[in-house]
C-alpha cells in the first residue's frame, strides 16, 4: 500500500460512519470513540506487532540521511515561547502549549513531512483519572500556596493536555576492556608501649594494610530499552521519574492512538540521544568492572566500550501535562499515562514556611521558659 493510500485509510477511519464527526482514541481501550453519538468503532489488531524488534541503528542513520525513511504528513505549530513543536488536533486553529501555556496560532493548510514513530504506547490513564492523581499529589505537598492547591481542587480535567511525548530507546550489547587495581586487605601486629597506673606496659594491636595489585580484563554487558527523552521541553530528569514505561503494551505505529491528542516532534536526535544513552549506560558497565577486578578495594584506571548490536526504536509514550503559572513564574505537572506515575515542579509559600519558623521559634521559648520556672 502506497503512503498516500494508508494516510487516505487512516483518514477515514477516523471519520464517524454515523454522524461525520472526529473520532478519539479511547485511553484505556482498542477502540475509537465519537464524542458526539457515541459510537465506539475498534481498532484491528494489525498494530500489534509478533515482536518488538529495534531498527539496526546504522540502517537507520544512514535512512535518514539519504531521505528514505518512513515518513507521514502532519500539521504541526512551533511554539514562539519554549520552542516546542507538536502536531496540531484536528480543527483547532488556537490553543495553548502544553509545555509553557504560551498561545499557538495555526494555519491549519501547513503540512510538513515528519518522521513516522516505529512503535506508540497508547493512553491507559483517562484525563479524569489523571486530574485525581494531580490533586492528590499537590495536597502531599508541604508549603504549598492554598490558593493554588484550592485551584487545582476546584479545577476540571481540561486544565491536563494529552501528549504522546518522542523517546528513543537503544539495545546493545557492550564488551569492555579495562585496567585497573585491586586492593586486598591485610594485617600485621604492631607492638606499642603506654602508661598504665604509672607504669609503661607493653602491648600489641592489629593494623590494617592495603596492597594494590595490577588489574585488567573484559565484561559483557546487555542493554534493553535503555531510553532517551527527545523531547527539550520536558526536562531530562522529570522524564526519567516518570520511568519504568510499560513497553510491554508496546503497538505498531498506528495514527488512530493519536486522534485525540497531540504528539511533540523530536527536537533531539538519534545521534545526540546516543550520547545520553551511554552515559546511563555507564554506572552498569563500571559496576560490572568494579566486580571484575574483585579484591576489598578497587580503582578503574581506564576503559573502553564497544557498542556491538547497536539498535533503536522511535516511540511514542503518553503523559498528561499541565503548564500553569504561578506568580508570574511557570511550573510543570506530568502524569505518566499509562503507571500514573506523577512529578512536577511545585511553588513554595513564604507565609507558610516563616509562619512555622515562627512557631518553632515560640515553642522553644516557651519550653525555655517552663524549664526555668521549675527550677
Known amino acids: 500500500m502506497s503512503f498516500e493510500e494508508k494516510t487516505s485509510e487512516t483518514v477515514n477511519s477516523l471519520k464517524c460512519q454515523n454522524c461525520g464527526a472526529i473520532l478519539h482514541y479511547a485511553p484505556g481501550t482498542n477502540s475509537l470513540r465519537c464524542e458526539y453519538c457515541g459510537t465506539v468503532n475498534q481498532i484491528t489488531d494489525s498494530t500489534v506487532p509478533d515482536t518488538i524488534h529495534a531498527i539496526d541503528y546504522d540502517d537507520f542513520i544512514a535512512a535518514q540521511q539519504n531521505h528514505t525513511g518512513a515518513t507521514q504528513e502532519a500539521v504541526v505549530v512551533k511554539c514562539v515561547g519554549c520552542g516546542a513543536t507538536t502536531t496540531m488536533l484536528p480543527n483547532v486553529t488556537a490553543d495553548a502549549c502544553p509545555f509553557c501555556a504560551s498561545p499557538l496560532v495555526v494555519d491549519t493548510t501547513q503540512t510538513t513531512a515528519i518522521l513516522q514513530p516505529h512503535y506508540v504506547l497508547p493512553f491507559m490513564v483517562k484525563d479524569s483519572e489523571a486530574l485525581q492523581y494531580f490533586r492528590t499529589w499537590m495536597s502531599k505537598l508541604w508549603f504549598a500556596p492554598s490558593d493554588l492547591v484550592k485551584k487545582v481542587k476546584d479545577g476540571s480535567s481540561q486544565q491536563l493536555k494529552g501528549v504522546y511525548i518522542p523517546h528513543w530507546s537503544y539495545d546493545t550489547d557492550t564488551y569492555t576492556v579495562y585496567a585497573g587495581e585491586r586492593g586486598e586487605y591485610y594485617y600485621t601486629t604492631e607492638t606499642y608501649t603506654e602508661e598504665v597506673n604509672g607504669k609503661t606496659e607493653t602491648r600489641t594491636r592489629q593494623v590494617h594494610h592495603t596492597a594494590w595489585y595490577p588489574a585488567s580484563g573484559a565484561v559483557n554487558n546487555s542493554f534493553r530499552d535503555v531510553l532517551v527523552s527527545a523531547s527539550p521541553s520536558l526536562p531530562l530528569k522529570m522524564a526519567q521519574i516518570l520511568e519504568p514505561w510499560r513497553l510491554d503494551e508496546l503497538k505498531k505505529y498506528d495514527g488512530r492512538y493519536l486522534s485525540g491528542f497531540r504528539a511533540e516532534l523530536f527536537q533531539t536526535n538519534a545521534e545526540q540521544a546516543l ?9 552498569a558497565i563500571r559496576e560490572n568492572i568494579l566486580d571484575d577486578i574483585g579484591g576489598d578495594e578497587q ?3 581506564n576503559y573502553q566500550v564497544a557498542y ?19 506568580n508570574g513564574k511557570l511550573y510543570h505537572f506530568v502524569v505518566n499515562a499509562c503507571t500514573g506515575e506523577v ?5 513554595y509559600s513564604w507565609i507558610k ?4 519558623i515562627i512557631g518553632i521559634i515560640i515553642a522553644i521559648v516557651l519550653i525555655y521558659q517552663v524549664a526555668q520556672s521549675s527550677h
Open 353 to 356: 514556611i516563616v509562619s512555622l
Open 275 to 283: 550520547v545520553i544513552a551511554k552515559k546511563r549506560m555507564d554506572p
Open 343 to 347: 512529578t512536577g515542579d511545585r511553588p
Open 299 to 301: 580503582v578503574i584506571n
Open 308 to 326: 556491538n548490536r547497536l539498535g533503536l526504536k522511535y516511540l511514542l509514550l503518553p503523559v498528561w501535562i499541565s503548564a500553569y503559572r504561578y
